[in-house]
């Protein structure tokens, strides 16, 4: 009988989804914000291409567009602890980050005004870190900064689950510098639903490359 280890699988010298610049269509819709916040179709579902990468999926991810703004919910199911969320140190908290740029300048690897970073948190705010928190983020490195968002301009709800938490958000077109779908239809974007127990299911690539603060590593949609 053999002593030797089991083989292991070889790690891969480049993410797969590296390769690609990946282009998905945002779906038009009404986005009718309720008590409970939006309700999305299947059709308005995005894609996790990190799985090529061998990242996970967890959560069902929806967007849409509309003259008012985008909108979003984000379903995450599969987790045994609660997220942890501080709205003090939101680049390291749980929840759904969202890059967009609105202008859509692939070759560009440092953000300019038209692009923007939004976290929304389905907990982390009040005196008992039991609140939804909404906010704009600036972007490490930039050339430029859009006009900053205040909080309340960002809408959000939010509701735990057993395994998990169901929530929606909203973006204003006032909160989105240069956001004009009828001359500009084609966005970059990029998202990451970061968990601490579950890991980050992003759109293309991981953390491991810079792709919080550099444009050109994010995908591209068309405002449909």
């Keep these: 009988m053999s002593d030797l280890p089991p083989p292991t699988k070889p790690e891969p010298l480049i993410d797969p989804s590296f390769l690609f610049r990946f282009e998905i269509r945002l779906l038009q819709d009404e986005m009718k914000w309720s008590s409970k916040g939006l309700t999305l179709p299947e059709t308005c579902r995005l894609p996790s291409f990190g799985a090529l990468g061998e990242r996970p999926v967890f959560a069902d991810v929806r967007m ?28 390291d908290s749980d929840g759904f980050h969202f890059w967009i740029d609105t202008r ?23 005196p008992k870190r039991e609140h939804p928190v909404a ?32 929530m929606s958000g909203f973006v204003p077109a006032s909160g989105l510098t240069g956001f004009d779908p009828a001359s500009q239809p084609r966005v970059s974007l990029y998202y990451a639903v970061v968990d601490r127990e ?21 995908g591209e949609a068309v405002l449909a």
């Design 135 to 166: 906010a704009w983020i600036p972007i490490n490195r930039a050339r430029a900064n859009p006009k900053p968002v205040s909080p309340s301009e960002l809408k959000i709800a939010a509701y735990p689950r057993h395994d998990g938490y169901q």
């Design 104 to 126: 859509c300048s692939p070759g560009i690897h440092r953000a300019t005004q038209y692009c923007h970073r939004f976290l929304w948190m389905p907990a982390g705010g009040g």
């Design 198 to 218: 579950l890991g980050w299911q992003t759109l293309t690539l991981g953390p491991e490359y810079p792709v919080l603060e550099d444009p050109s590593l994010w």
């Design 64 to 91: 849409a567009w509309n003259a008012s703004g985008i909108g979003l919910t984000v379903n995450v199911t599969g987790k045994r602890q609660l997220p942890w969320c501080r709205d003090s140190r939101l680049d």
